[in-house]
């Protein structure tokens, strides 16, 4: 089923299923009636896409509720830092590799950040090296 079929599908399915939104549509088309069909057009335009709006988000919502957990962990710390600490770890594998964790001067100077970021960036590197904190 397409989009604008399913949409059609969703906004009957709530009429039918709520009698008095039903009765809304049937009162604004009433309205335009003495002007012909475009004013009944016109004037029932504005409840059909308000319920098919309504549906739309609804559909959001169940969805939302519904989405799988994803299974990718990230730490807080790396998480706060966006992006700079898998920079950092491209950066500095070399260190990383043999143990050594670069002090914050370093990253500060080879990554552009300023001394905070560098700090959490060290701290971040710190506990993936698994190091005691030495300087390299």
């Known amino acids: 089923m397409g989009g604008t079929e399913r949409a059609v599908h969703a906004v009957a399915g709530s009429l039918h299923a709520h009698p008095r939104r039903a009765g809304h549509l049937g009162a604004n088309i009433g309205y335009g009636a003495p002007y012909g069909w475009s004013g009944e057009l016109l004037s029932g335009w ?10 739309m988000v609804l559909s959001m919502v169940r969805r939302a509720r519904t989405a799988p957990a994803t299974d990718t962990a990230v ?9 700079h600490a ?7 594998a070399a260190d990383l590799a043999a143990g050594n964790v670069p002090g914050v001067r370093r990253i500060r100077r080879e990554m552009h950040v300023g001394q905070p970021k560098a700090q959490q960036v060290r701290e971040h590197l710190t506990a993936l090296a698994g190091s005691n904190g030495q300087n390299g």
């Open 86 to 92: 898998d920079r950092a770890a491209e950066l500095l």
């Open 75 to 83: 730490s807080e710390v790396a998480a706060g830092l966006n992006g």
């Open 46 to 55: 504005p409840a059909v896409a308000f319920v098919g709006s309504v549906e």
